[in-house]
């Protein structure tokens, strides 16, 4: 009688622990992110900054207001960190709906991964600056092939930037238009302290310029493409 009550609790045991492996299986696939038809994923929920990263200066320069990622303080950058991916990416397209303050600067990073203080070191960032000082305008790659002096979009307006990037190759659309097509060089000249802004892999990050910039980010979707390019 014994024996046959070991055999009976062992094969209750076995069955209840691939009964809890195959529901926490079911379970995760139920929250793994999903693309829509089109093959696009959202990386912001509207209401948080669930699978983002804030750099450690100045994390308050980021809140999440009325279903908007608001950008306004000191710098800081805030780094994708969620699971489409496994927040890595190689080949893509990358589009945000923006919304800039007069005078404000901001930046949308590619290829690029976390660090806690300073300007990220690895990775390319698309200009957002339409007023600001700065002469490299949005859709700039920037120090790497810049739109100067003058903006294709205005300030106070809802615009989308779009990217698309395959291998070396970056194109950066403005509401459809394509207003900046490059093919980086295997070995492109760098000023001094650019010299890690090749095209590679990695992450994306937003970028918090100054206390004196406001810029809105809402709609951010991904769309990883192949790694090989027929």
Known sequence: MTNQFHLLLSL???TFSATTVAAAKDTKEADAP????????SLFNGKDLTGWKKSKESPETFKVVDGEIVVKGPRCHLFYDGPVNKAHFKNFEWKCEIFVKPNSNSGMYFHTRYQPTGWPARGQEVQINNTHPDPRKTGSLYREHDIMDKSPVK??????????????????KINGKVVNDHVQPKNPE???GWEK?????????IQGHDPGSEVR???ILVKPLPDKIK
């Open 12 to 14: 209750a045991l076995v």
């Open 34 to 41: 999903k693309p829509d038809k089109d093959g696009w994923y």
């Open 155 to 172: 300030d106070n307006e809802w615009f989308t930037q779009h990217v698309i990037v395959q291998g070396r190759h970056a194109i950066v």
């Open 190 to 192: 760098r000023e001094a």
């Open 197 to 205: 802004n090749v095209m590679s892999s990695g992450t994306f990050a």
């Open 217 to 219: 980010f809402r709609k």
